[in-house]
C-alpha cells in the first residue's frame, strides 16, 4: 500500500488516513518508519478495507465524476442556459466552460447550505444555552466543521454534498462544543438526547468523508 511520511515537531508518531492516502506522522527525530508500519498493520488494513467500502458507496450512489453531488444525491448538468439548480428535481444548468457561471454555481451552493446550517446553529444553540458569533462556509482539508474560542462556527463547503439530516448533525455536533470541548461521556450522552442513532450518524459520516474526497477530486465544479 502506498503512503506518505512527514516529520513534524511532535511527541508521538500516528498513522492518518484523513484524506484517503496513509500518512505516518514521525517525530523529527525519527529515522524508520517500519517498525510503526509493522505494529501497526492490521489497523491500516482494517481502515483501508474501511475506506474502499466507502469509496464503493460513491458507485452505488450513481457518482460518475460527470454529475454534481448536491445534498446527497447527483445532479446531472446541462452546459446550456443561464445558471439555474432545480433543487426538487435532478438537473443543473451550468457552463462549465464560463468562469463566471461556475462561479455563480459555487455561490448558489455555499447560499442553499448556510441556508440549511444557519436555522440548525440558530436552534441548537437555544437548546444548549450557548451563544455563537458568526457562522463561515470554508474550504477545510481535515474537518467537517470547527469552532473558534471567539465562538465563531466554520463549516466545510463540502457539506453541500451531504444528505440534509447528516449537515444538522453536524451542526448540533459543532454548536454543542461551544459548551462542552471534548468527546467526554457528558458530550455524547447529550448528542444521544438529540440523535439517538449518533453512533449510525458517526459511520455515515466516516464513509461520506472518503466518498466525498473521491468525489472532490472528480467533480467537474472542483468543488473542494
Same mark, same amino acid.
Given at each position: ?11 508521538? =508518531? ?20 517500519? =517498525? ?72 448558489? /451552493? ?48 463540502? /457539506? ?17 462544543? /461551544? ?25 455515515? /459520516? ?19
Amino acid at each position: 500500500m502506498p503512503y506518505r511520511v512527514v516529520r513534524r515537531e511532535v511527541k508521538y =508518531p500516528r498513522l492518518e488516513f484523513k484524506t484517503g492516502e496513509l500518512l505516518a506522522v514521525l517525530p523529527k527525530s525519527w529515522k524508520d518508519e517500519a =517498525p510503526l508500519l509493522e505494529k501497526k498493520i492490521e489497523w491500516i488494513s482494517r481502515k483501508y478495507e474501511e475506506i474502499q467500502r466507502a469509496l464503493d458507496g460513491f458507485k452505488a450512489l450513481g457518482g460518475n465524476g460527470r454529475d454534481l453531488l448536491v445534498f446527497g444525491k447527483f445532479f446531472r448538468i446541462r452546459e446550456n442556459g443561464a445558471v439555474k439548480i432545480d433543487f426538487g428535481g435532478t438537473t443543473v444548468e451550468c457552463n462549465l466552460k464560463e468562469r463566471r457561471q461556475v462561479k455563480r454555481l459555487r455561490t448558489i /451552493l455555499k447560499e442553499r447550505l448556510l441556508s440549511e446550517v444557519e436555522p440548525a446553529a440558530l436552534e441548537y444553540s437555544q437548546k444548549f444555552g450557548v451563544n455563537f458569533n458568526r457562522i463561515f462556509i470554508r474550504k477545510q482539508r481535515t474537518k467537517w466543521a470547527s469552532c473558534s474560542a471567539k465562538g465563531n462556527l466554520s463549516f466545510n463547503f463540502l /457539506l453541500a454534498c451531504l444528505p440534509k439530516d447528516l449537515i444538522r448533525y453536524i451542526v448540533c455536533h459543532e454548536v454543542l462544543h /461551544l459548551k462542552r470541548k471534548s468527546h467526554d461521556g457528558n458530550f455524547w450522552e447529550q448528542i444521544g438526547r438529540e440523535f439517538e442513532n449518533y453512533r449510525e450518524m458517526e459511520k455515515k /459520516l466516516f464513509e461520506y468523508w472518503f466518498l466525498v474526497q473521491e468525489y472532490s477530486r472528480l467533480s467537474p465544479l472542483k468543488i473542494s
